[in-house]
């Protein structure tokens, strides 16, 4: 049974919409972006959201969707009102639930966009059929889901998941969400490609002209890039300090890592597992596996519109 | 109707053991320790906890017991079986299941031991009803559990629920498990008391004359220590890092306190509570409270024959 659903993925610099057909897989059939939503009114950016969502419907040549699945950076209610977001500062109580019902006259379901990415990879990626899973997406920040003997742990507000602001060096560098030493200050986007650019030897290397994100640093690295090679080895351990903490407390059967720090692939990676090998003795007396995410830059959208589907574990509760 | 069970707690320095007659609340009937089973053949330290155990039921009055339940320090196999524990080296791979099953003819439930102590707390003590709690048991070291969504998290080998060992300063303090840095390095039994002793002013500080534990330091604060005051203040201040982690994780309802480290009481909750609410974004925006176990020192025993019970959390998975 084929069904049309439509996706809506909300971070901190655009909104990406798509029309999601979901056969045994599911596909993007059309797609567009809002951009910076951080900056604007939230009621004119969620009337640009429905538009956007009516001319998908009408691209995609539907005669209509059967619903609407929002994944939201930030701590997102049961309810779907969106409690607080670093990303969307604006955006704190804005019912996105509601907004989005009464604009587009669709159901809609909303969450937290990591609960979203897990879902997809849970229901089409890397973690299929598995029951306990930590799942990590490493952007501008660290998203994270876990799944805990087939559900997902959500908190009594809906709040659970934050692994990005897990104290990794007590009273560290500080952080936007009101704590120091976080962990993603030591394994984010700009936090990576800054550590590079303090580098001693960064103004020496012509591998490393034109920085601009963390799979820029892999591909230097593979050109014999010693900066670009040593930045990421150095995340890739903070990044293991923080799968000790995760793996210590869910003892899972895989991590899954997404998100655009992860396409640094194994240079990031490997440092992480053998970090976790060497650090966590529950690593070592049990089953864990550290892989990338299957399901690349759509995840978030795809998991969006997974939302939407029934009998997922992410709508339990 | 009342029930007669048997409840095992097994730690590093000894095995306590029960008779516990369950009606609306639970009570220790009859008791007794087999000491130091870290340093015995674990045979043998069956064999007298076997027949420890036939003489409570002879001493409690009662015809035979229903079955006997065993907290354990370590980490627990489904099937019952110690793969290993940092305070019982000599005991990994000990089938403590089905090695008191044989030996007492009854049926054995076994379970980590912060696993019965939140199963204790969670049916009778500071936490009935509620759905999503961490549990923190502190002693020698840091022992956990979490309860999401009103299921208890066990993990794919059921060696879930080791907060203690949370990467908290990277690269930290080196600790028996193989990591650096561990929570428990900052807050547990040892710890606290040497880091009393190696305060320059200890020598001259005549309220800490024969420290033995953290009660004696909260002691000490209350009639005047500064050194004790400082102590606590700081192990407070680690234990609020680890709450902000595990607080970002679960977004509990509440965060229970045990253990014999928690008797210093609200010198020592008191400065993790405030850490906690200025760094964690969950607790501010959540509804999370930290209170201190309310069962005392026999939640152990007492969580270990709940483990007998039926349709307890503990159980399930």
Redesign the interface.
Known sequence: MSRRILGVDIGGTSIKLGAILVEERPRVVAKDVVEAPASRDPGSALDETAASLERLVARAGWPRAEGVGVGCAG?VRRDGTL??S?NLPGWAGVPLKDGLEMRTRLPVRVDNDANAFALAEWRWGAARGM??VVFLTLGTGIG?A?L??G?L???????????G???????GAPCA?????CAER?VGNKDLVEAARRHPEFADDALLRGLREPRDLSLAAERGSRVAAFVLAQAG??LG??L???V??????LVVVGGGVALAGDRLLDPARAHLA?????A?????RVAAAALGSEAGLLGSAGLVLEESFAT??
């Open positions: 701590l409690a607080y670093p029951s306990d994270g876990f805990a003997g559900r742990v959500r908190g009594v507000s809906g709040f659970a998941g934050e692994p602001h897990a104290t990794l060096v007590l009273d969400c009101g704590n120091r030493g030591y351990r903070a300090g923080l000790v903490t995760l210590n407390a869910f003892d899972p059967e060497e650090r966590s003795f529950v070592r007396h049990g089953a864990v339990a509760g």
